[in-house]
């Protein structure tokens, strides 16, 4: 059972941001052209970009949701979900509004597709955040709930706050997000699940207004690239992405790609904002989705989203004990501190506590 906690802060005043990442267009000196994500919104006066949150002021871009939250609340880290780095911990996780994607089936939808006007939101400066994980004992502070590579430079901001206070900082996030936002923001983050939600550019383009190839260039990028700890998460929609071919394509890749190691998470879809005709993902289909994902070789598959006993724990690669057991959000972790199997001391890949 999930044990989220909502806080009650009060408001505090909100200075404007200047937006970092963009440029003004070479043939209109007031369109601000966005360059965090491969939207690449061109923003006249007056007017946001895709995501709602980026807004051209007198063709000046600024981020007027920046400390701006929505969402605030303590969450276990397999929520996120991460399985593999502390396991067991808790997480201070913070979001706000809007998306750079559109995607039909969004479960997060009020909030990154409704229009929430910045005014409405409280305002908490990354200092303040950092502080205020110290003072609830939480080890760790996760950018979720939206899109996080949408408010970048806050994020960025109050993850290197949360760095100097010694905790250890957590996105979870689209994968949209490229150039030197895309290097400043991996360079703040110890952990990262990005979803990769569907191997066909046609279900980006059709579902979520975006494209796989970017996608699949932040994962590459992210694992091969950075020290931060990936997983990753496939949701599965019945009819949409569902067929064994598709998920051998991106098992196969996701193997060649990003290694055996990474983690990656099968999570089951229940209809919900304007996907409404498809059903709900039964459980056989993650379990199918699973061998497939070991027979391409990946060590670590998980199912999420539905009960049951099978597709949550971690058994060891080598000798097949079962390393970190999870019922719900109850999780038993035996892995060492060094990272090794108790019972044959073979390596488990993450990181966990020393
Ligand atoms: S971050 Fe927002 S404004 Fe910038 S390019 Fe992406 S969708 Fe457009």
């Known amino acids: ?120 939101l409280s305002f908490m400066g990354p200092a303040r955040l950092a502080d205020l994980a110290v003072g609830r004992q939480m080890p760790a502070v996760a950018f979720t709930y939206n899109e996080p590579s949408i408010w970048a430079e806050y994020v960025i901001d109050a993850a290197r706050e949360c760095r100097k206070r010694g905790l250890r900082t957590v996105a979870v996030t689209n994968g949209l997000i490229e150039g030197k936002a895309r290097e400043d923001f991996y360079a703040v983050m110890d952990a990262v699940n990005i ?65 055996t190691e990474t983690p990656l998470h099968f999570s089951a879809f229940f209809p919900t904002y304007k996907l409404t005709d498809a059903p709900r993902t039964p459980a056989e289909t993650l379990y199918r989705a699973m061998e497939i994902a070991q027979k391409s070789g990946l060590r670590y598959v998980y199912a999420g989203n539905i009960g049951g006993t099978r597709g949550h724990s971690t058994f060891c690669p080598a000798c097949g004990e079962e390393v970190i057991s999870r019922q719900g959000y109850t999780t038993r972790c035996q892995v060492t501190g060094e990272g090794k199997c108790p019972k044959c001391g073979a390596s488990i890949a993450g990181r966990y506590s020393r």
Request: glycine share 8%; hydrophobic share 30%; net charge negative.
């Open 195 to 259: 979803d990769l939600k569907a191997f066909t550019d046609e279900f980006y383009r059709n579902l979520c207004g975006g494209s796989l190839e970017a996608v699949k260039e932040t994962l590459r990028y992210a694992v091969n690239e950075t020290d931060v700890w990936v997983e990753v998460t496939n949701l599965i929609i019945p009819g949409r992405n569902d067929s064994d071919g598709e998920i051998a394509g991106m098992t196969d890749w996701f193997a060649e790609t990003l290694g």
């Open 1 to 120: 059972m999930s044990y989220s906690y909502t806080f009650n802060i009060p408001d505090l005043p909100d200075p404007p941001k200047p937006a970092r990442y963009w440029s003004h267009s070479h043939d209109d000196a007031q369109t601000a052209v966005c360059e965090i994500c491969p939207q690449h919104c061109r923003i006249k006066p007056g007017k946001a970009g895709r995501c709602r949150v980026r807004v051209n002021e007198i063709g000046t871009l600024t981020t007027p949701y920046y400390g701006k939250y929505t969402s605030l609340a303590i969450d276990p880290i397999e929520k996120k979900p991460l399985y593999h780095f502390y396991p067991a911990s808790q997480i201070l996780s913070v979001g706000t509004a809007g998306c750079n994607l559109t995607c039909t089936f969004c479960q997060n939808w009020q909030i990154s597709q409704g229009a929430i006007p910045a005014a409405n």
